[in-house]
């Protein structure tokens, strides 16, 4: 049973233009959110985060926003970066007590073209 | 830059044996996490170590066992390793006050065969 679910594998477009990175999760337990980038042979990196009393968080290029009632959260990166090319992980939590366990989609692979 | 590293990178065993996998993060660094990564997959959680106690764990059998020092380093083991062992496995530390936010390794690759 897939709690945090990334229906795209891959995804490319063009320097310059917006990326959009989507993830739907199951569980309505789940209030934080958080994406990862991950490079060949590196552990994966923190990118951005949102808890759930936000719909919207932004940090520079990279924007997440959550819509609880459709329990789907989306990042966008604007403008797209040859850089930015990647596996981007979408995954989830539960906050509170000590147990911060994340939950983790499978990836979507961004690759952008110069 | 993480200040979390792992080690060994790679490592090839076979079946039936025993491994024991590395992590080291920084001062205030109070809890560690470990995952494993298959091919294709994301990370799944194995368990979490909070003051060098386990108080977490996903569904992993118990041939997976784990220590965390007072030094910030903790240990994976695996016993009698099986090939479908065979994964990425990554280790992640929080900071006081910001535990929300998990911060990765490099990651070791384990090869069973």
């Known amino acids: 049973d897939q709690q945090v679910k990334q229906n795209s594998p891959s995804l490319s477009v063009q320097e310059g233009r917006i990326s959009i990175l989507n993830c739907d999760y199951t569980?309505?337990?789940?209030?934080?959110f958080l994406w990862y980038k991950k490079y060949p042979a590196e552990g994966p990196t923190f990118l951005i985060s949102?808890?759930?009393?936000?719909d919207k968080n932004e940090d520079g290029r990279f924007t997440v926003f959550l819509n609880k009632s459709a329990k789907h959260l989306s990042l966008h990166i604007v403008p797209s970066q040859p850089g930015d090319s990647a596996v981007y992980f979408c995954?989830?939590?539960?906050?509170?007590?000590?147990?911060?366990?994340?939950?983790f989609g499978k990836g979507t692979l961004l690759t952008v073209n110069p | 830059e993480t200040g979390v590293t792992q080690s060994p990178t790679h490592l090839i065993k076979t079946r039936g044996q025993q491994v024991t996998l590395r992590c080291s993060s920084q001062s205030g660094h109070n809890t560690v996490s470990w995952y494993q990564q298959a091919l294709g997959q994301g990370p799944q959680f194995i368990f979490q170590y909070y003051r060098e106690e386990e108080n977490g764990r996903g569904n992993f059998p118990p041939r997976f066992s784990g220590l965390q020092f007072p030094n910030y380093s903790s240990e994976l083991n695996v016993n009698a390793l099986e090939l479908d062992d065979s994964a990425l496995y990554l280790c992640?530390?929080?900071?006081?006050?910001?535990?929300?936010?998990?911060?990765f390794g490099p990651g070791t690759r384990l090869l069973v065969l």
């Open positions: 992640a530390s929080r900071l006081i006050g910001r535990e929300e936010t998990q911060y």
């Open positions: 569980n309505s337990m789940f209030d934080y």
């Open positions: 995954a989830a939590s539960v906050s509170g007590g000590s147990n911060y366990k994340l939950t």
């Open positions: 949102i808890s759930s009393i936000k």
